[in-house]
């Protein structure tokens, strides 16, 4: 009998995956757990695994294609069994932008008159002939999405073309080809009163094309898309509200200089943010009000200290988690930190590594921002925004001398954390900034 492998569900969140990359052809001989394909979720690529033995008979999705969690992706069984019907749920398969619809979906559609499935990407609008009007249902002019655009753009006129792709299907190089052929035809000159007049003469003068060339549309990744979402979610569904404090640096950065001359022998290297980390869940130890999320009727205070960290990758960024923070060294968080940021640049963290955070830290002081505003990364209640540490005259002792400081911005759910309790965080955290030596310590000094 054949198995039936769905798209999983690697996240809470997750609702799509995307087909990647197929890593084994219809036909081949599959172990359990071989690596059946690549999907990239919008948070990190993962392996699908097979979860039987047999023959790999039908790949219902192709790569680039989204298909929603729990929607089929392939079909195992025994070498040479037949495939009567395609599984039930195969109309929720989302084509990739531009593809066509898979053969058997459309053979089966207009067998038993179903409606084809609803899809951004995909028209279900009645076809236009060249006279404007709807196209009768047998003589349906089949386009692609992208060879309709082109066509508008360069005005041919689609019904004098003929298709080359599946069931006559016009695809966007029928649409260059007869833009080329347009181009070869001689232009016939104007005759007026029967006289031929030059045709450039009638010619009305083109305005230049731009040196700077035409947009760039780059289509949004499932990550993007993701992005989006949720950011949207976040400013519009949750009070945000700011507290910012500037802390004086130097404590800090004598210590880490004293630390990273005596770790350089075993290679390790501590930043600033490994002790921002450290900091931060000992001031969620002292204020564990901050350590909460949102439920609507309720509001859950964690009782586990979970600190993520974002991380900027290609396609947007990451929050990795680095799990009870509290109990783990400022050089294990270092290690642990590097580790996970280094798997996210190449999208190999597994969903264990980038859910469950309970607090989140952002830092863009290395790329020169002294101070911004983070977006909530729900369902925590507060992130904490790190800017560039930067010298500058401050007053020390009634005397104006050259300091190092730093600026820390406190974004907050007004739901779950009052502005009362947001300062006595950010008092915290500045207290052990102010004595570093507290964060090597387990637990932290009073």
Avoid at 363 to 373: A, D, E, K, P
Wanted: with cysteine.
């Amino acid at each position: 009998m054949a198995h039936l492998i769905e798209m999983p569900k690697f996240s809470d969140d997750m609702a799509v995956g995307t087909v990647g990359r197929w890593l084994k052809s219809e036909g081949d001989h599959v172990k359990f757990g071989d690596p059946l394909a690549d999907i990239e979720t919008d948070k990190a690529t993962l392996e699908l695994e097979s979860q039987f033995e047999g023959t790999l008979l039908k790949r219902f999705a192709p790569e680039g294609a989204k298909v929603p969690v729990d929607s089929p992706l392939c079909l195992i069984g025994e070498p040479g069994e037949k495939i009567e019907t395609i599984p039930a749920r195969s109309e929720a398969l989302l084509p990739p932008v531009g593809s066509t619809i898979p053969e058997e979906i459309v053979g089966k559609t207009e067998r038993d008159g179903s409606g084809l499935p609803v899809h951004p990407h995909v028209s279900v609008a009645p076809q236009i002939d060249g006279s404007g009007a709807p196209a009768l249902p047998n003589k349906r002019m089949r386009v692609s999405p992208l060879a309709r655009k082109l066509a508008k753009m360069k005005g041919i006129d689609l019904a004098g073309l003929t298709g080359s792709g599946p069931r006559g299907r016009i695809l966007r190089i029928d649409v260059l080809a007869a833009e080329k052929q347009m181009g070869r035809a001689a232009p016939k000159a104007p005759v007026i009163h029967g006289v031929v007049v030059a045709a450039q003469r009638l010619e009305t003068a083109a305005p230049e094309r731009s040196i700077v060339g035409s947009d760039r549309i780059v289509p949004n990744s499932p990550m993007r898309t993701a992005i989006a979402r949720r950011l949207v979610e976040s400013k519009t569904q949750i009070p945000h509200f700011y507290l910012e404090m500037e802390v004086d640096a130097a404590p800090l950065l004598i210590l880490r200089t004293q630390l990273n001359a005596v770790l350089a022998k075993e290679g390790t290297r501590l930043s600033v943010n490994d002790f921002i980390l450290k900091a931060s869940a000992f001031a969620l130890l002292k204020v564990p009000e901050v350590n909460g999320s949102w439920g609507g009727d309720h509001i859950r205070f964690h009782r586990d200290i979970n600190v993520s960290f974002a991380v900027a990758i290609e396609d947007g960024l990451i929050t990795p988690v680095v799990r009870e923070t509290e109990r783990k060294s400022v050089v294990a968080i270092s290690g642990e930190t590097k580790a996970l940021a280094a798997r996210a640049r190449e999208k190999k963290l597994l969903p264990a590594e980038f859910n469950g955070g309970t607090f989140c830290v952002t830092n863009l002081g290395m790329m020169g921002i002294t101070r911004f505003s983070a977006i909530i990364n729900p369902p925590n209640s507060a992130i904490l925004a790190v800017g560039a540490t930067v010298r500058k005259p401050v007053v020390h002792k009634d005397e104006i001398v050259i300091g190092d400081r730093l600026t820390l911005t406190l974004s907050c759910d007004h739901r779950v954390v009052d502005g009362a309790t947001g300062a006595r965080f950010l008092n915290e955290l500045q207290g052990f900034l102010d004595c570093p030596l507290r964060l090597l310590c387990d637990p932290p000094l009073n």
